[in-house]
């Protein structure tokens, strides 16, 4: 197929973003202007906050043309986002999306990157409004903006955590760090075709996230993007606390215990720093915990207590399932560092200084 | 000082992230997090409603890392949205940054990109509140989001004009295209820095466009990032109409003149798809045009009449000082085509398609 479309050089930016325009559709919801002028234009819910959020995916470090679909990768440029709206307990409105594509690149690339783009922004009521297309001399590059608006009263910010707070977790940990694994193998099998699913398009945690925030239940809340041991650290720097995760309790499905095994890794790593699994972690009270424990099951939501929140002097640690109790480094990806084999990997967002 | 620099790769994201929240300062003006949590928590006015724009600039598409230094980068990528927001005759807030680096490039450079950035955006009362951190395996990419915000009653889009109203443009045209040309001879000299400054860091008529808003005179606007012709064939698209440019009456000065003839080239051309002016195009009836050029000297802004809004049917046209009128091509740039060797080059934005 991509031998028979034309090129993006060989259409010309205008009739590339006409075809672009026809599938994103008109810009409804909220959006009075959207592709056809110098900006969006948009109307903001009274009394409500803004929510404001960008992802960059890069190819050769967040993703390889071999290995994600333009369909998937649309997809999830949404997905990574909507889950740091989700993680504020926002709900998601617009969004902005700047394209580098190299010349060479097929037409139907950028259209099916498109529809996957409007497939998960119809699960979200999601529209993209605006945008910028470029050239690039070198590799695809996707930046996505999302905008979320929030109640005054029902923002969760990574502060807020206390000693005594219990953590929880929605959903499993590891699937996408043992997606990656079979990924890397190149040979997925049909069992792990849902690891990899998982990895290429995870599902954001939009309707939990607004359930936690609407409950008023929660401390802190953030989204695992890098890895629970990372994104624990930069609550617990936000919240200026200490934690304690008990290693039994990772809710880590047999499926990446397996994948893990057969490869001499250690599960644990993948659930604690494989990162991509884009769940919740959640801060609240013991009983708030037990109630939005309890609130998430009934909303067909797993989610169980992974650990506590201690006080800042006892530092981050883990509790082995022997019972030995070690610091548990952030670790997680550095996109500076030596990783450049890494197909996918969290765009490592700025948030990590204190909240003004 | 390159050389004493460490790069991006030896000092790690979290290091950096930690120097650039330092240069971006504090959130401030109706920002409740910046950097610091998954998304950024804004306070927008009320009873406004919200613009949003986005420009990417590319390595060697847009510019290069030769001549245009990281500080007037920074400016720059500000400018060039802040030009958008002026366009709708909005108030600029908030700017989220995705930067795609390069491993070895100095962080010295990033440091100074967030200078230039810092300055532009106290100019205007902007600041970045959060952003994206990505290393790139090829060239420097920067992708700016900038919100604004416009009272819906003083919103100006591009469509809106009516045949019979006159064209306005402010400033001059064709310094930036001059400056490029200068830039492309490697020979700056004393008197052509003028031209170079225009072309590098762009002065976007932020207060300008408002004043125009305000004054609720104009019909339809669009800033001049393409080419006056590129961007008026926008408008009038919009619009549904069609105009007639008189080229003696273009705002064509000496310096672009006199750069132009040196190199055999047609001065117009300059100012007709030279592009990167960033100046505003502004269609009203002609009682509320002689009152826009009288508020806008009063403003010690220069802004003169150079053509007159048509039919549709009578398409696109110039009359050049000789009197003969031919069509007007867009013309403008396009970056998938063969223009390979331009340093800088609006990123063009989407926005061509009618409003919804």
């Not at 009739?15 to 810009?27: C, N, S, T, Y």
């Not at 996957?116 to 297309?133: A, K, M």
């Not at 041991?229 to 397996?258: F, K, M, N, T, Y």
Request: proline share 8%; charged share 25%.
């Amino acid at each position: 197929m991509e031998g028979q479309s034309p090129r993006v050089r060989d259409i010309g930016e205008f009739k590339l973003i006409d075809r672009i325009a026809r599938i994103a559709g008109p810009p409804g919801r909220g959006a009075l202007i959207g592709i056809g002028d110098d900006t969006a234009l948009l109307e903001p819910s009274e009394g409500r906050l803004l929510l404001a959020t960008c992802d960059v995916q890069v190819e050769g470090v967040h993703f390889l043309r071999e290995v994600i679909s333009p369909r998937q990768l649309g997809r999830r440029a949404l997905a990574i986002n909507l889950s740091d709206i989700a993680s504020m307990g926002g709900i998601p409105r617009w969004a902005i999306l700047s394209l580098v594509l190299p010349p060479d690149l097929p037409v139907s690339w950028v259209e099916e990157f498109y529809t996957g783009l409007r497939e998960e922004g119809e699960q979200f009521e999601v529209p993209v409004v605006g945008g910028n297309l470029s050239r690039s001399p070198g590799p695809l590059v996707v930046d996505l903006t999302l905008l979320g608006e929030v109640e005054p009263e029902l923002v969760v910010e990574r502060r807020g955590a206390s000693p005594g707070d219990l953590l929880i977790v929605t959903g499993e940990l590891g699937l996408a760090g043992a997606g990656l694994l079979v990924l890397q193998d190149r040979r997925p099998s049909g069992d792990e075709g849902e690891l990899v699913q998982a990895f290429l398009t995870p599902r954001p945690r939009v309707q939990e996230g607004r359930l936690i925030a609407t409950s008023r239940l929660a401390r802190a809340m953030i989204d695992l993007s890098d890895g629970l041991a990372s994104d624990l650290h930069r609550l617990c720097q936000a919240s200026g606390v200490g934690a304690r995760i008990e290693a039994v309790r990772l809710p880590l499905p047999e499926a990446v215990r397996q994948t893990a095994q057969e490869r001499g890794i250690d599960p644990l790593e993948l659930a604690l720093f494989g990162g991509e699994d884009y769940e919740l972690l959640v801060a609240a009270s013991p009983e708030a915990a037990s109630s939005l424990v309890r609130l998430l099951a009934d909303a067909g939501v797993p989610a169980r207590v992974v650990g506590e929140v201690r006080p800042q002097n006892e530092g981050i640690s883990l509790v082995f399932p022997d019972g030995t109790v070690r610091p548990l480094p952030p670790a997680g990806w550095d996109h500076f560092a030596a990783r450049e084999d890494i197909p996918g990997g969290g765009g490592r967002r700025w948030q990590t200084g204190s909240s003004a």
